[in-house]
């Protein structure tokens, strides 16, 4: 997707400026409310109606912003102003790490900032399409099939993370990128580790050197025998082994790992939702907007940063260069100056602009593939099996906190009488 030039916050977006100056610096909320997985911490629905830009105080002791509007959230998001650069960044949780930040492995696109990233955006843009993927439409319903056939066999109880949300994903950006399914455990397993708050530095180093080694490993056999996928076709541009093998194991984490939290955390959302079930149930045709809505919903990417470059002003705000604007997108998603009563999850409701896949130049690449997995993931389930529940009480669903991306470990699911 191309740049998106940097628009002004509106007028909504400037209120609570002087509280916000004043006021002492707040640590990053994390309480999400009991009772309710699915809706964000509380409190941060009370920073975004009395100071949408707040002073932030972050655990290595930097004094940052929080941003939880809407349109400051997008602001932040396409100004040019702001890096993504890791090592310029100060992280607003907890993690095993201490000191500067590395810079982006070579690769990982999320820490890179234009040019660098233009380039790596250029050679893959054309890649995933809408056109593209709607093309994968039928092999995507096929793989959706195949693992319903298959609950069918093993159920009337089944775990739906490993039976059914993990699958259709894992397959799909297997055959993509030409890496053999045969390996996705290994590397769900490494991204997981990568991706949790709890790892330790040195667990995701290992975990990231293995996934490099495997698919440099890759990378070489399929420039000497190329063959009809992706990662092929990238041997002929001007990405050596090193680039290639760094984008790898971005573009397979990220096609791991997000989509499958989706599915499996929007189908606990629906069952916790019987109307929505019925709605969707009843109407396929809704599931367009259906995806948009739980994207907006459950927001599973639910934090970005950014560092400005020079001094900005914004919200009525100065945030001077060098400081870190953590981006709550859960928060900007539930803004209820954008969405009439936002916290309530409505599949007919227009839930266009949803954070849920980012916004700016660095948009989720694989944006329309997880919109055609979905499409494909939600009715298809629902039309198999109408009586589908939770196997469980829902407050014993082991929900992944502590992650960059929010979503269930496991959600065991029944059907039938």
């Known amino acids: 997707m191309l740049h998106e030039s940097s628009t002004p916050a509106p007028d909504n977006a400037l209120e609570g400026g002087a509280l916000a100056a004043s006021a002492d610096p707040v640590r990053l909320p994390v309480e999400r409310p009991s009772g309710c997985p699915f809706d964000p911490p509380a409190e941060l629905a009370r920073l975004r109606a009395e100071r949408p830009l707040a002073r932030l105080s972050f655990p290595d002791g930097h004094v940052g912003w929080l941003a939880t509007s809407h349109a400051v959230a997008r602001a932040v998001l396409s100004d040019s102003r ?74 009337p109880t089944v775990d739906l993370v490993t039976a059914y949300a993990q699958p259709i994903p894992a397959l799909t950006i297997c055959e993509l ?46 420039r000497a025998a190329p063959t009809d996928d992706l990662l092929s076709d990238l041997t002929g541009s001007d990405l050596d082994d090193e680039e290639l093998t760094g984008l790898a194991v971005f573009l397979l984490g990220a096609g791991l790992d997000t989509t ?42 639910q934090l970005s940063a950014r560092s400005a470059l020079e001094d900005v002003e914004l919200a009525g705000q100065v945030v001077r260069a060098g400081e870190t604007v953590a981006v709550s ?30 916004h700016g130049i660095h948009q989720c690449l694989g944006q329309q593939l997880a919109r055609v997995e ?11 099996f109408p009586t589908l529940r939770l196997a469980v ?21 029944t059907w039938g009488e």
């Not at 599915?263 to 709605?279: E, K, V």
């Open 177 to 222: 990128l030409g890496v053999p399914y045969d390996e996705h455990h290994f590397f769900q397993e490494s991204t997981a580790t990568v991706m949790s708050h709890s790892s330790t530095p040195e667990d995701v180093a290992a975990a990231m050197t293995a996934m490099h080694e495997y698919l440099g490993r890759l990378v070489v056999a399929k």
């Open 82 to 155: 702001f890096s993504s650069r890791y090592e310029f960044m100060h992280l607003p949780f907890e993690t095993g790490f201490t000191g500067e930040l590395p810079p982006a492995p070579v690769g990982d696109m999320t820490g890179m900032d234009a040019p660098e990233h233009t380039r790596y955006r250029r050679l893959l843009a054309g890649k995933f399409t809408v056109r593209r993927m709607a093309l994968l439409g039928d092999r995507i319903e096929r793989i959706t099939a195949d693992h319903l056939d298959a609950m069918e066999r093993q159920g």
């Open 393 to 413: 009480p829902a407050d014993e669903i082991p929900l992944r906190t502590g992650m960059n991306i929010f979503g269930v470990h496991r959600l065991p699911v």
């Open 260 to 301: 499958a939290n989706m599915i499996a955390l929007g189908t606990f959302a629906l069952l916790s939702n019987p109307d929505q079930f019925a709605a969707l149930r009843a109407d396929p045709g809704l599931a367009d907007q259906a995806v948009e809505e739980l994207m907006r919903y459950l927001t599973i990417a």
């Open 374 to 384: 979905m499409r494909a993931a939600f009715p298809a389930l629902l039309t198999r």
């Open 329 to 358: 997108m859960e928060a900007a998603d539930r803004d209820p100056a954008k969405y009439p009563d936002p916290d309530v999850l409505d599949l007919r409701r227009k839930a266009s602009g949803q954070l849920g896949f980012g």
